[in-house]
């Protein structure tokens, strides 16, 4: 015997507005890291070949905007503690020009220079890259070269023997001493500095913008505080907006 069944109604919500555009996310290339080899395990070129498709074309634009060849001859990050954000000057035919700015997301610390391992104090001076890390526990990494000589110097003459070690630009946005920008910004930074080479690279961490004002040193801070000002000062100059 046929029985006769009586399906129930469904009723089909269709997404509009902000609700369609949530229904049809699409996984970033950051959420999506985890796709290829796992942390520990990855190469530079791992990373290139990850995200040169998506990131190279923002770079490219943002240099054919101001005018300058891609990739660079040099870079320059001009990173201002207060203002808390990082410039991208780059360099060619002997004159410096601005590319962008990229926001700082965390940093530690507070104004003035690194004096010891663990006082959590982001550095300031003339630094540059020493490697890039594509194994980072903070998404990708750039590891600069502090203590550099001047940091070397006065920590030796002040018998500081542990002056701090291991200071990056990174990604996240959780920081102990170190730059973090994010994930986006750091896998723009990293691409880039990969492209220039980091031989190519100078790095200037500024307590404030000395373009705006001088840097004073408080009285609580060393001596040689004031020189490492004056030196930041100048490199600063070339970065005329």
Not at 131 to 157: G, I, T, V
Request: some cysteine; glycine content about 6%.
């Amino acid at each position: 015997m046929l029985k006769k069944v009586i399906c129930p109604l469904m009723l089909v919500l269709t997404p509009t507005g902000d609700a369609l555009a949530e229904s049809l996310y699409i996984p970033s290339p950051s959420s999506t890291y985890a796709l290829y080899p796992p942390t520990g395990s990855r190469t530079i070129t791992d990373v290139m070949e990850r995200y040169t498709p998506f990131v190279e074309p923002r770079l490219k634009r943002y240099f054919e905007n101001v005018g300058l060849t891609y990739p660079p001859q040099n870079i320059a990050l001009f990173a201002m503690k207060q203002e808390r954000n990082v410039e991208l000057w780059a360099k060619e035919k002997g004159k410096w020009s601005y590319v962008k700015r990229y926001d700082i997301q965390k940093m530690s610390g507070h104004m003035g220079p690194k004096m010891r391992e663990g006082d959590k104090q982001v550095p300031e001076g003339v630094y540059q890259v020493s490697l890039l890390n594509p194994n980072s526990r903070y998404h990708l990494s750039m590891k600069l070269n502090y203590p550099n000589e001047f940091d070397r110097k006065y920590a030796q003459l002040e018998g500081r023997t542990s002056p701090g070690s291991n200071i990056f630009i990174h990604g996240k946005e959780a920081s102990v001493g170190c730059l973090a920008m994010g994930d986006y910004a750091i896998e723009e930074l990293f691409l880039l500095a990969e492209r220039t080479g980091i031989d190519n690279i100078e790095v200037l961490i500024s307590p404030h913008d000395p373009r705006k004002g001088k840097l004073l040193a408080a009285n609580t801070q060393p001596y040689w505080t004031k020189i490492l000002y004056r030196d930041i000062e100048q490199h600063a100059r070339k970065f005329n907006r």
